[in-house]
């Protein structure tokens, strides 16, 4: 007779996951990556980790209690899943437009926690109805030099979108840059727009394109700005 007792499956998973954890520390990519969030997410994913242990333990022993083992194992996983989330939804999900409110949260919120203001401030709230060309690029902390957690928001919209974002960047504190076709704009203001182009990896000659164009500036350690372009309807944000 074979006394060997089987592994459960649940206890082979929960081994797997353990030593992937030790073997490939993503936890820790995650912690640096969104730490306002991933902080608070850690010490939880930990928790529910531990309780199908204890609940199995309590099971053996009273022999009853096994929905709140299988309650238990399910929370271990959606724990896992939400830790993780922030990771993977600022990572990547560049160009669904469904995602727009959760990304512009983990990456306001999960990376600057507190410090969020300006970001959520110059991030619109929720896309318009008029939408098209939508990307959002963001990226999150990291500890290297010269490395800044930002964001990459562009889309087309119509005239009357273009206005309301005009209007409430107009009452913001920042430099307001009006742009004119080539050769009648001041010169001293093309760097300012060469800089924007790139970071946000768009035409460089945009001004030779666009009647109307203007961009606000919000300088500091890390510039920030927005450029709304009546002549194609984009919008274009960096923070």
Same mark, same amino acid.
């Given at each position: ?42 010490? =939880? ?180 700005? =927005? ?13």
């Amino acid at each position: 007779m074979d006394n060997t007792k089987k592994r459960s499956p649940w206890r082979t998973a929960n081994a797997t996951v353990l030593l992937l954890h030790l073997a490939l520390p993503v936890w820790l990519f995650a912690l640096m990556y969104t730490p306002a969030i991933s902080s608070i997410l850690l010490p =939880v994913m930990m928790i529910c980790g531990l309780l199908p242990g204890v609940c199995s333990k309590l099971v053996k022993k009273f022999q009853k209690g096994k929905g709140l083992l299988i309650a238990s194992r399910v929370l271990a996983v959606f724990a896992i899943a939400a830790f993780y989330t922030p990771l993977v939804v600022l990572r990547g999900a560049k160009e669904v437009q469904v995602l727009y409110p959760l990304k512009r949260f983990l990456y306001t919120y999960g990376v600057y926690g507190d410090r969020s203001g300006i970001y959520e401030a110059l991030l619109p709230e929720q896309l318009p109805d008029a939408c098209t060309g939508y990307r959002f690029r963001t990226q999150g902390s990291l500890i290297a030099q010269d490395y800044h957690a930002s964001s990459y928001l562009t889309f087309y919209t119509d005239a009357a979108t273009l206005d309301t974002y005009a209007a409430y960047y107009d009452s913001m504190d920042c430099e307001r840059i009006q742009y004119a076709p080539a050769g009648e704009t001041d010169e001293e203001q093309f760097p300012y727009l060469s800089w924007f182009c790139n970071q946000m990896k768009l035409d460089q000659n945009l001004p030779e394109h666009s009647e109307q164009m203007t961009l606000y500036w919000f300088d500091s350690y890390y510039p920030k700005g =927005v450029l709304l372009d009546y002549d194609t309807g984009l919008v274009a944000v960096l923070t």
